[in-house]
Structure formats: structure tokens, C-alpha cells
């Protein structure tokens, strides 16, 4: 028989990997959750896989996942509480157009390339990434809203080289959450900034190579 969804993953994994089988389109809610054992999770070569679901792989072992171009979108806490995962490689993903809440929320990822196919993400997709210091947007599009994803401490960099429009201007005392945060953003799209410069605000940011309009 062929099937086209992972309902529940196998919790003792030998090796520590597992191949999902070309013909499964869904991996449905906390199909790996808990898995202890996994360590990689592979897709063959043809995958068809299209919707990664609520749970599916959080709180597993998982150290690291190339993601298929089959891909269409990631649901809320897909990847939440991974604590060893440090690889999420989206280089194939073509058509992934969402990554939603908390999806990689208490992950050890350091970097993050997003391909530009993405266009929604959802809110604090990468809250409590205390080792994020690098992630990439390749879109045409940078929506400041992304900044809701995350809540990280200390210096990070924004790059989103292939940007031509900054959608929404950029309140920086909206993101309270990016309290004691440095964050540098690098585009050559046009973007306007509003900072009331407050005292207490202890949000830092620096707008590389744009021809920005400060208010």
C-alpha cells in the first residue's frame, strides 16, 4: 500500500535518521514529537511532501533537516523546543510561502536563509533563538512586521539583499520585545523609520546601505 501521510513516527529511531517515503504529502500533528533518538530526518529525492504540521517534529532530538522543494508551508510549533537543532537548510524550498507561530520557537539555529518564495510568517516564529545572529530574507519584499518573529538579546543581522519595497514603516518603539537588542538591517530598499528617542528605550539599530527617511 502507498500512503500520503505520517501520522506517528517510530519513537525509537535506529541510527538516529529517517527517510520519509516519496509518496507522503502531510506529516501530520506530533507525528516525531518526543522522538529522543532522532537526529536527521531526510527526503527522497522525488518528495511530494507539502505541509510539515502543528507539533510535528517539537521537542524531538532533531540536530538538523534539509527541508524538500515540494514544500508548500510549516504550521505553528513544527519545530518548537528542538534543543539541538542547528540546520535547517530551505536552499530547495521554491515553494514555501509560510512559516507559522513559533514554528522554530527554543532552537539553537544560528542562521537562517529564507527563500523568496516565503511571505507570511507568523508571530514569534523565532522567539527564544538565543543563538540567531544571522538570518537572510530573499524576497523582493521586506515587511517590518517580520520583527514580531523574534525577541533576541544583544547584536543581530537582517539582511535582505534582493529587497526592492520596505512594506509598513518601522516604529521602532513597537517592538518592545527587542528591549536591550542591537539589530542591523542591510537592504537598498527605500524605508522610513520613525524613533521618538526615548530614554528608556533600549532598542539600538543601524540601516545599511539604504537611502532611508528618518522622521
Known sequence: DIFD???FGCRNIRDGEFAIPSSIKTIKNSSFSFCTELKKVEFEIDSSVEVISK???????IKEII????????????????????????TLCTKLTSIGNRAF????????????????????????CRFLNSIEILSDEFNTDFFNTLNKKGQFIVSAPNA?????????KHFPHLSRSKFILYTKAK?????????DDDIEYEWKY??????
Do not use: H, M, W
Open 5 to 7: 501521510e505520517v501520522i
Open 55 to 61: 507539533d510535528s517534529f517539537s521537542n524531538s532530538s
Open 67 to 90: 527541508l524538500p522543494p515540494s514544500l508548500l508551508r510549516i504550521e505553528k510549533c513544527a519545530f518548537c523546543k528542538c534543543k539541538k537543532l542547528q540546520n535547517v537548510d530551505f
Open 105 to 128: 520557537c527554543k532552537t539553537p539555529i544560528k542562521l537562517l536563509i529564507i527563500p523568496p518564495s516565503v511571505n507570511k510568517f507568523g508571530r514569534r516564529t523565532f522567539y527564544d
Open 164 to 172: 526592492k519595497e520596505i512594506k509598513n514603516t518601522l516604529y521602532v
Open 191 to 199: 524605508a522610513k523609520i520613525i524613533d521618538d528617542d526615548d530614554d
Open 210 to 215: 539604504s537611502d532611508s527617511e528618518f522622521f
